[in-house]
């Protein structure tokens, strides 16, 4: 499977994958930007991509910036779906307690690749009962 990737930005690095077998691939800041603490900011990579028939990119948080720095992807995860075809940008925030500085060039996400199933929609009037019925929100307790 391919993924075209075109850089727009002189400063854009190509997606890695760290290690060989890897879900994700490490997606690069093209810039430096302050994230004051409990604020968010959309940082810019640099780059669109054009993914493969049946497929969308899920951008993720990278566990070290979550850890280390309380940085994290906000709308985790972010969806790129098959037909987009601008810049990807993340969107960071910062749940920490100082200010987090994104440096150029800096890993700050990660993007998979996933299968999207084609679905079709049926309506219907009623639905297959099972064992948990609507029992959700801690309906099977905490021990």
Do not use: C
């Not at 810049?87 to 925030?93: D, T, Y």
């Not at 690749?113 to 929609?121: F, K, M, T, Y």
Request: charged residues 25%; neutral net charge; hydrophobic residues 40%.
């Amino acid at each position: 499977m391919n993924l075209k990737i075109k850089r727009v930005h002189n400063e854009a690095k190509i997606p890695v994958q760290a290690h060989q077998g890897d879900a994700g691939m490490d997606l690069f800041s093209i810039e430096e930007k302050v994230i004051k603490a409990g604020e968010a900011e959309l940082i810019k990579t640099g780059l669109q991509i054009e993914l493969p028939k049946g497929t969308e990119a899920q951008i993720r948080p990278r566990s070290g910036l979550a850890l280390k720095n309380s940085l994290t992807v906000l709308n985790s995860p972010g969806t790129i779906d098959e037909g987009y075809r601008g810049e990807i940008g993340v969107i960071l925030i910062n749940h920490g307690k100082l200010d987090f500085v994104v440096e150029k060039h800096m890993r700050i996400a990660q993007m998979v690749i996933n299968l999207v199933p084609s679905i079709e929609i049926v309506e219907v009037n009623e639905l297959t009962d099972t064992s948990r019925s609507a029992g959700g929100f801690g309906s099977t307790g905490t021990k």
